[in-house]
């Protein structure tokens, strides 16, 4: 069998009429590497190149490695070699174009990754989520919410631990310990009037206790659903909050802990869609208002309040900042109307300010319902407990998630 080579060589290195010409094309430079005076011309693009390591370099790879692809595959078609042997040769050359193809993919991988750091670079990947997020392309920003929908995300974030869970091994009790803060807690907002200066003709009713646990649910939620990144995300984390808080977002009283928690839950099912939280991870953050409400020490008892409050007062600034400086909204995942959403984070600031006031006075009012909330969140998760184990005694029977059609036991002859 002819071996490729030669069948290269047979193209012009011996052939007579090249060398009648030599002399003409001796003036002419070579189209690959632009030094040397070219010799030969390629059969298959015509283009001209002086020796035969220009024939095999990179800027004419895609000519010559099908023309030898071409060479191999007439002499395995002209000879008489077995089957095995003409099977093996293109099993190699399948492997060739599949390293090949799989070369290109990783070298594109490489480009793309060179250009989005240079598009991020100059950017706080903690603080600058906003201008990221509209430097990302359509492509990027696709595949970051299918992530985030089908849990791929969710494995490569490392979860939030809350500040209020977090255990400061050096708070001692000392005359000084009221100005410490334990590591990630929100600074307390100061320079806010007495609640007796707001309210000097009448007394603040009982019930402002009970929406201080609606409001502390909500906050809780948001910090959790947002992994601890509610503030850098502001006009979406707003949003969220106001969606579940119906204390800060409408004019709405509650008369009991039940009714409190209730109506955020109402509200989170509702948007579950919106969220995709299960019902283990709502009754979890019945947890978080137990701990937020029962402070981090017996000698500051409302410190941790103060703090939530202080932090949605921070949050509501951040997000009226950002909503007027995004002229398109394009830094939020939710379509909102501007002059709206605005209106309604004023008065959720209102509140949130009024709420703070009264809790400096009167919070321990409110810790006097860990009990009741306590229970609560026991008996929801009873109930949740109940009707997963009636849920999976009726799959087992069914032998799935739903129940087999009836059969027709009589039918109507016409």
Not at 29 to 41: D, F, G, M
Not at 149 to 174: H, S
Not at 391 to 410: A, C, D, F, R
Request: proline residues 3%; hydrophobic residues 35%.
């Amino acid at each position: 069998m002819a071996a490729p080579m030669d069948r290269l060589n047979n193209l012009g290195l011996e052939n007579s009429d090249i060398n009648e010409s030599l002399s003409k094309q001796n003036q002419e430079i070579c189209s690959l590497c632009l030094k040397e005076s070219s010799r030969y011309t390629c059969p298959r693009c015509n283009v001209r190149y002086c020796s035969l390591a220009c024939y095999r370099s990179e800027k004419h790879g895609g000519c010559s490695e099908a023309f030898y692809h071409d060479c191999v595959v007439e002499d395995l078609a002209d000879t008489a070699a077995s089957s095995d042997d003409q099977k093996q040769v293109m099993d190699i050359l399948e492997r060739q174009k599949v390293v090949a193809q799989e070369e290109e993919e990783e070298l594109n991988e490489v480009e793309d990754q060179i250009d989005l750091e240079e598009r991020l670079y100059g950017l706080d990947l903690d603080g600058d989520s906003a201008e990221i997020w509209n430097r990302l392309t359509e492509k990027e920003r696709n595949e970051f919410n299918q992530m985030l929908e089908d849990g791929r995300l969710a494995n490569l974030v490392t979860v939030w631990t809350p500040w209020w869970n977090v255990q400061n091994k050096e708070m001692v009790l000392e005359v000084d310990v009221e100005e410490k803060l334990l590591p990630g807690q929100p600074p307390i907002v100061e320079n806010l009037p007495d609640i007796t200066k707001l309210l000097t003709k009448s007394h603040p009713s009982s019930d402002i206790r009970y929406n201080m646990v609606n409001v502390l649910y909500s906050y809780a939620f948001v910090c959790r659903l947002h992994n601890g990144g509610h503030v850098d995300c502001p006009t979406d984390a707003v949003q969220d909050l106001l969606a579940v808080c119906r204390v800060l977002d409408q004019t709405v009283v509650c008369t009991s802990v039940g009714e409190a928690l209730q109506m955020c839950l109402n509200n989170v099912q509702t948007s579950c869609t919106r969220w995709n939280v299960t019902s283990e991870f709502m009754l979890s953050v019945i947890a978080d208002v137990k701990k937020l409400i029962s402070g981090p020490h017996k000698i500051l008892p409302l410190n941790f309040m103060l703090s939530a409050l202080s932090d949605i007062i921070h949050l509501l600034k951040t997000a009226h900042t950002a909503i007027q400086t995004d002229s398109k909204c394009s830094s939020s995942k939710y379509k909102y109307n501007k002059k709206v959403l605005k209106k309604r984070i004023f008065h959720a600031d209102k509140k949130s300010r009024f709420l703070l006031s009264w809790c400096q006075r009167y919070g321990m009012a409110v810790q006097e319902l860990v009990p009741e909330i306590t229970l609560e969140m026991e008996m929801r998760l009873s109930d949740v407990s109940d009707v997963t184990k009636t849920k999976q005694q009726l799959e087992e029977q069914w032998g799935g998630v739903k129940p087999k059609p009836k059969t027709q036991l009589i039918q109507e002859i016409g």
